[in-house]
C-alpha cells in the first residue's frame, strides 16, 4: 500500500505492506534510527513519536494508520542546530545513562512542557509514567525535565508550531 | 521481533462505509480504532484478521455531547478525551477515576472508549464503571440502530452483543440526580491491567438512604461484570458503613476469580470485596457533598 507522511517536515512516499509496525517504518524504511525499538508490547515507550501532535507508542501503530499525517521523531527535536531545551536539560542534569529510553522520554517531555509549561515533580512523573528506564536513572529525567521548563527557549512557542509540512 | 500475519487494510470514511466493509468481509474482519489491545494480540498471532477496517478518520464516532439527561459519549473517543473532560467529571467521578488508572497517558492518547469496550478483556476497567452506571451501549448494523444495556453486552472473554457485521457507535449514560460514583483498582504496578476493581454509583434519597446503587466488578469473574445481588442489598437501606461493608462482602461471595499470574483466588476474592466496600464509601462522600 502506497503511503506519504511527512516525518520531521519532510515527505516520505513509500509502498508498504499494511503490517509494518511505524516503529519500522521509521527506522527501516525512512532510515531515522533515533526512534528506539525496545519491548514490543507497548510498556516500555522507548519508541514514542509524535503523530500529528500527540505522542504514540510507534511499535503499537501501523505505518498505514500514519498516512496523510506527520510524525516527529527525536530527530525533530532540534531546530536549525539548535537543541531542544529537553535536550539541553538531560545533557545537563545526566538525564542519561545508557541512552536507550532518552528518545522516548523526550519526546513525551516536549508534549508535556508545550502543554504545561511549568511541571511540578509529580505532573512529570505523572507524563512519563508509561516510559521505562532501565537504568532506573529517573531522579534526573525528572529534574532534567525540570530544567528544560526553567531553561525555554527564546522563541519556543514559535518552534513547537513548526511542526507542519513546509 | 513481533510482526502481526499478513492482513489487508481499508479505511472506513464514514459509519455506513464501515458497516459495508464489514458486510463484505464477514467475521474474518476486525475494526481498528486505537489499536492498543489489538495490535499486540496480532503481533502475538492472538489475533489474526484476513482484513483491517480503520475508523480512526470517522469523525461521527468521536465527542462528549449532553443530550437531555443523557451523557453521550462516541465510541471513538481517546480515553485521554474522557479524563479531561470536565462534564465527564462533572456527572460521573467513576469515569474519571478510572481513566487515571487505566494504562499510562501515551497509550490513552490513542487507546478509545469503544475499543475498550469492544476488546471486552475481563479485567477492563471502563466496562466495569459503565455498568455500576447502568450505561447503554448504541450499535449500528445494516439494519439500523439497536441498544444494548452494558450489564448484557458482554458475552464472556473478548466476546460481546456486537455482531461481526455491525459497530459499536456510542456509549450512553442516564444522568440522575442526587447520585455520585467512584472507582477502586488494586494493580501490580502504574498501568497494569486490573488485579481486582470495583466501581459504585449510590444513588441518595432526601433523608440519605440509598436509593439506587450500581456495582461494576473487573477482573474477578464477575458474570457481565455485575454485583447484582449486593446491589439489592443496599437499595432502600441506609448508606451506613455497616450496610457498605456487608454489601463489599456479598460482592465477593458471589463473583469467581481465577487464580493466575496477578494473584490467588483467594486475595482476590478479599480484593473485591474491600475495593467495593471503598468505592461505595466514596460514592456517598461524594453524594452526600462531603468528598469532591
Redesign the interface.
Same mark, same amino acid.
Given at each position: 500500500m502506497m503511503i506519504t507522511v511527512t516525518v520531521n517536515g519532510e515527505r516520505h512516499s513509500h509502498d508498504v505492506e499494511p503490517r509494518l509496525l511505524l516503529v519500522h517504518f521509521l527506522r527501516d524504511v525512512v532510515g531515522l534510527t533515533g526512534t528506539h525499538w525496545g519491548c514490543d508490547t507497548s510498556n516500555c515507550g522507548a519508541c514514542v513519536v509524535w503523530l500529528d501532535d500527540t505522542p504514540v507508542k510507534s511499535c503499537t501503530a501501523l505505518a498505514v494508520m500514519a498516512d496523510g499525517r506527520t510524525v516527529r521523531t527525536v530527530e525533530g527535536l532540534e531546530r536549525d542546530g539548535e537543541l531542544d531545551p529537553v535536550q539541553r536539560g538531560f545533557m545537563e542534569c545526566h538525564g542519561l545513562q545508557c541512552g536507550f529510553c532518552t528518545p522516548g522520554m523526550m519526546m513525551t517531555s516536549r508534549w508535556l512542557l508545550d502543554r504545561n509549561p511549568d511541571p511540578s515533580e509529580e505532573e512529570i512523573r505523572e507524563a512519563l509514567s508509561g516510559q521505562l528506564c532501565r537504568c532506573t536513572g529517573y531522579e534526573n529525567i525528572v529534574r532534567s525535565v525540570r530544567w528544560a521548563a526553567e531553561n525555554p527557549a527564546d522563541d519556543s512557542t514559535e518552534a513547537s508550531q513548526e511542526v507542519s509540512p513546509s | &521481533?513481533? #510482526? /502481526?500475519? %499478513?492482513? =489487508?487494510?481499508d479505511r472506513a470514511t464514514s459509519i455506513d462505509h464501515a458497516l459495508r466493509l464489514l458486510a463484505r468481509h464477514g467475521d474474518q474482519a476486525r475494526v +481498528?480504532a486505537g =489499536? %492498543?489491545s489489538l +495490535?499486540?494480540m &496480532?503481533?502475538l498471532r492472538l489475533a489474526e484478521p484476513e482484513a483491517?477496517i480503520?475508523i @480512526?478518520g470517522i469523525d461521527e464516532l468521536r465527542g462528549i455531547t449532553v443530550s437531555g439527561d443523557e451523557l453521550l459519549i462516541g465510541a471513538l473517543t481517546r480515553h485521554a478525551d474522557l479524563l479531561s473532560s470536565a462534564v465527564v467529571g462533572e456527572h460521573f467521578p467513576v469515569l474519571h477515576d478510572a481513566e487515571r488508572v487505566i494504562?499510562? /497517558? #501515551? #497509550?490513552r @492518547?490513542?487507546g478509545t472508549v469503544g475499543g475498550s469496550l469492544c476488546q471486552a478483556d475481563p479485567s477492563e476497567d471502563l466496562s466495569a464503571a459503565f455498568v455500576a452506571l447502568g450505561a447503554t451501549g448504541v450499535i449500528r448494523g445494516a439494519a439500523g440502530s439497536r441498544t444494548v444495556p452494558l450489564r448484557e453486552f458482554h458475552l464472556g472473554p473478548y466476546e460481546t452483543a456486537v455482531a461481526p457485521d455491525e459497530l459499536l457507535v456510542e456509549v450512553r449514560v442516564p444522568i440522575r440526580p442526587g447520585g455520585s460514583s467512584a472507582y477502586t483498582k488494586v494493580e501490580r504496578r502504574?498501568?497494569d491491567w486490573a488485579v481486582a476493581a470495583a466501581g459504585a454509583a449510590v444513588w441518595l434519597g432526601p433523608d440519605g438512604a440509598i436509593t439506587d446503587a450500581g456495582i461494576g466488578l473487573a477482573a474477578v469473574g464477575a458474570e457481565h461484570f455485575t454485583a447484582p445481588e449486593a446491589e439489592e442489598f443496599l437499595r432502600g437501606r441506609a448508606g451506613d458503613d455497616a450496610a457498605l461493608v456487608e454489601a463489599g462482602k456479598i460482592a465477593a461471595q458471589h463473583c469467581d476469580p481465577q487464580a493466575d499470574q496477578r494473584g490467588p483466588a483467594d486475595y482476590k476474592r478479599h480484593l473485591a470485596g474491600e475495593l467495593t466496600t471503598r468505592a461505595l464509601r466514596r460514592a456517598v462522600a461524594r453524594a452526600s457533598g462531603q468528598e469532591a
Open positions: - | &521481533m513481533q #510482526v /502481526p500475519a %499478513h492482513f =489487508g487494510y +481498528i =489499536g %492498543h +495490535i499486540p &496480532m503481533k483491517l480503520d @480512526n494504562a499510562d /497517558p #501515551v #497509550v @492518547n490513542f502504574a498501568g
